[in-house]
Each structure stands twice: as C-alpha cells, then as structure tokens.
C-alpha cells in the first residue's frame, strides 16, 4: 500500500521559516521524482519543487532562493526547506511521487503565514 505523509506545516510569521517533511511508504523510493506542491484557497495547485530519481532539482519562480528540496533515501523522505516566508505563501503543500505513469499524493499539510 502507498502511502506518503507530508508534516511539519503549521502557523508561521512573515519571514519565518518552516521545514516540511514527507515520508513515502510503499514504493521503492529511489525510482522515483518527488515533488511539493501547493494549492491556496481558489487558486490551481501549482508546482513548487522537484528532485528527481537522478538528484535533479527544479524550482518555481515564485521561490527560488528561498526554498530548498532535499531527499534522504535512506529514510525514505524528501523535504522543503522554506526561508523568508511570505504571506502568498500560505497554501497547503502536498507531496506527491513519479515514477513513469504512477503518481501517489499525500494528504496535504497546511501551511499559514501571517503578516
């Protein structure tokens, strides 16, 4: 059974910092992309970060340079490191594995930037 369980979301002030984590069960966890993404309230979800099987990294505009995807393959997790939080930033991030056609998705962790 796939599972992927994002945490470390929560309330946050402007230009504070979070540390969300997502721990994926299930699959053989190097084969595959992770990404985070993140949906706002009455907006697309939109894609934040990616690492690839291969360690490629790929960032929205929107937050390079102040986001950071990492991947422990050892634990079976990938992380999003966020720096100089914005408001526009409040969203719920979800994490979400590929692997050719496969995708799985996590339940989502809520994240709230006040200004």
């Known amino acids: 059974q796939v599972q992927l369980v994002e945490s470390g979301g929560g309330l946050v002030q402007a230009g504070g910092s979070l540390r969300l984590s997502c721990f994926a069960s299930?699959?053989?966890?190097?084969?595959?992309?992770m990404d985070w993404w993140r949906q706002a309230p009455g907006k697309q979800r939109e894609l934040v970060a990616t690492v690839t099987s291969g360690g490629y990294i790929n960032y929205a505009v929107s937050v390079k340079g102040r986001f950071t995807i990492s991947r422990d393959n050892t634990r079976n997790t990938v992380y999003l490191q966020m720096n100089s939080l914005k408001s526009e930033d409040t969203a719920v991030y979800y994490c979400?594995?590929?692997?050719?056609?496969?995708?799985?998705w996590g339940q989502g962790t809520q994240v709230t930037v006040s200004s």
């Open positions: 299930g699959i053989i966890f190097t084969r595959y992309d």
């Open positions: 979400r594995a590929a692997y050719g056609l496969h995708n799985c």
